[in-house]
């Protein structure tokens, strides 16, 4: 069958697949298909959210930009992520000693597990992981914690993601990060969305001193990918290509398809047109 998933009104990406299983939650649809151009491909009400075949573009973006510009990150927090892609990146630092994925739907954990073990490579066995299957907000209002680096790897800022995007929440997260640490988070495509790329860093500029934002693409996303790192201090820009690599040396950040030093200060180079939705 055809996989079609709009950006614009006029626009979008498809791949063709085959269902594998399907999970209706009490949150939402969880789908895994086979694909020819992707391998297994994971699907929330209709929207792409990882797969197989290009899964190291995105949780390798979203980690390693943070986590290489912080000198030793430590404790650190996922909200979402239960495809245990990003986790399975964050722990190839050493220094890490405990990651909290705080997952809404145990149903994303449990299709993860099922289908998806070459993207998290078994993570959810890894000492350091500790899930807790709670809302986001709730986790984040609750917790007396601090963490080195929060991750928000989630769906787009509609339905159960909502609140995780707002200004007002974005101040929470920053008190809840350790001194000189950093929140990373996806903000759309510059192209398609450029009102939320512009909207999000705008707010996260409200909060934090440093705001980074950077751009990849994503294969199973059909376009230019945003992320952005929001910080009291740290600037990944402040690391040249050369540093990069010799961090992931020293740590023995291994097993990379996407990431290195010369990756890092590309995808750090903003074009014109994206350069104007900051101002």
């Not at 986790?87 to 449990?110: M, N, T």
């Not at 008190?175 to 000189?180: T, V, W």
Request: proline content about 6%.
């Amino acid at each position: 069958m055809r996989l079609d998933e709009a950006l614009t009104e006029g626009s979008g990406v498809y791949f063709e697949g085959t269902l594998i299983e399907a999970l209706q939650t009490p949150y939402q649809l969880i789908e895994v298909f086979d694909t020819p151009a992707l391998g297994k491909l994971m699907r929330i009400d209709g929207a792409n959210m990882t797969s197989e075949g290009d899964e190291f573009f995105y949780h390798e973006s979203l980690v390693h930009p943070a986590a290489i510009a912080h000198p030793c990150p430590r404790n650190v927090l996922v909200i979402g992520g239960g495809d245990g892609g990003a986790c399975e990146e964050i722990l190839k630092h050493p220094s890490v000693e405990r990651v909290v994925l705080a997952e809404l739907d145990a149903g994303v954990i449990e299709m993860a597990k099922r289908h998806l073990s070459s993207v998290h490579r078994n993570v959810f066995a890894n000492p350091k992981l500790e899930v807790r299957i709670v809302d986001g907000v709730t986790f984040v209002r609750s917790t007396a914690e601090h963490f080195d680096l929060i991750y928000l790897d989630l769906t787009d800022p509609d339905g159960p993601a909502a609140a995780i995007y707002s200004r007002a929440f974005f101040g929470e997260l920053q008190k809840a990060l350790s001194p000189g640490g950093a929140l990373v988070l996806h903000i759309g495509s510059p192209f398609a969305h450029p009102e939320r790329v512009s909207a999000s860093v705008a707010d996260l500029r409200t909060v934090f001193e440093q705001v980074t934002p950077y751009f990849a693409h994503i294969p199973t996303y059909g376009a230019l990918w945003g992320f952005a790192i929001a910080s009291a201090t740290i600037n990944p820009l402040a690391l040249s290509a050369t540093d990069v690599d010799n961090r992931l040396n020293r740590r023995s950040v291994m097993d990379r398809q996407f990431y290195s030093g010369d990756t890092h200060r590309a995808v750090l180079a903003l074009p014109a047109y994206i350069e104007r939705l900051f101002g």
